[in-house]
């Protein structure tokens, strides 16, 4: 009889001890990775797109291409009339350096007319002293006077036609420059254009915006698409993280950054551990979902967390996992 309590005794210690056992895990989720989808940035046949499911991906690698033809057509045109509103700005100015020519021509010439005048006013100062001694006739002095005279006239005209010069080319000057204003607004217009292909012609270029794994490819090659159309969807599944959910009970044991072990569950009883980190905490408590168990199942609100892990290749996007803190 007391062998039998004894033994009895013992079984209810065990059984106790068995009841009190920690869980294997404190939370559970499933595996995510930061999924981008990448879209068409310009409209055209689609030339090339060098992607299948589940190919690795390089940063910044090109894998297709969109037609452009219309695009390098039209910067060529736009090419072709700025060259022609750059050949009409030299003819501008070739027009204005010859009318500035003109007008030095009559500044040389002015020069001129007032250079012999002054000559011929030393050469009456001199002849008039002649005269006075008797030594020439005072016809001679009388030449010089009229030769003055006629080049003071000159001097006037050239005067006159210089001031009229003058007044044409400035008012010829407000007209090129008038001109040469638009010329270049259009030509600043056409620059605006021809960036503005140039950046759709660079937008036709498909590229990776970083590395990963294609997850789904959504056209094909010779298919006509149009801005912002999907195009495949991609993801770095070395990074990846599992998405759990604690209970407010739970959450003032954990923190951001504080490290714990994910279990990736392959079924009847197959797991993985990998080492995760904490890496979010939401700020915000939700109803818990259906398919998730915390370790009190009879709560209602619960907060969602995100552990990262590094990925070696055998945990898969939607996979069930447990964590243990």
Request: one cysteine or more; proline letters at 1%; charged letters at 25%.
């Amino acid at each position: 009889m007391k062998q039998f309590k004894i033994m009895a005794s013992a079984a209810l210690l065990l059984l106790t001890a068995c009841g009190k056992k920690d869980k294997a895990f404190d939370a559970t989720g499933t595996f995510e990775a930061t999924e981008v989808t990448i879209s068409a940035k310009a409209t055209g046949e689609l030339k090339s797109l060098d992607v299948t499911e589940g190919q690795t991906i390089d940063n910044g690698a090109m894998v297709g291409h969109i037609d452009t033809y219309q695009l390098v057509l039209k910067k060529q045109q736009l090419e072709t009339q700025r060259s022609q509103l750059q050949a009409s700005k030299r003819q501008l100015s070739s027009n204005r350096s010859a009318t500035s020519s003109q007008q030095l021509d009559l500044n040389k010439q002015l020069s001129s007319v007032q250079q012999q005048i002054a000559n011929a006013r030393r050469e009456r100062q001199r002849y008039s002293e002649l005269v006075k001694d008797g030594a020439v006739p005072r016809k001679q002095l009388d030449d010089i006077d009229n030769q003055i005279k006629v080049l003071n006239r000159q001097l006037e005209a050239t005067r006159d036609q210089l001031r009229s010069s003058n007044a044409a080319l400035a008012e010829q000057g407000k007209g090129l420059s008038a001109q040469m204003d638009g010329i270049d607004a259009q030509v600043a217009g056409i620059d605006s254009q021809q960036r503005q292909l140039d950046d759709q012609i660079a937008n036709a270029d498909i590229v990776a915006p970083l590395a990963g794994t294609v997850l789904e490819k959504y056209v094909e090659q010779g298919e006509y698409v149009t801005t912002g159309k999907p195009l495949f969807k991609m993801a770095n599944v070395e990074q990846m993280y599992i998405r759990a959910y604690v209970t407010s009970a739970q959450l003032q044991g954990i923190k951001v950054g504080q490290t714990c072990k994910v279990f990736a569950d392959y079924g009847d009883g197959n797991k993985k551990e990998y080492a995760g980190t904490v890496t979010w905490i939401s700020s915000r408590s939700e109803f818990t979902p259906k398919t998730i168990l915390t370790d009190d199942e009879r709560a209602d609100l619960v907060y969602a967390v995100k552990i990262a892990i590094h990925n070696d290749g055998f945990v898969k996007i939607g996979m069930y996992g447990e964590v243990k803190f």
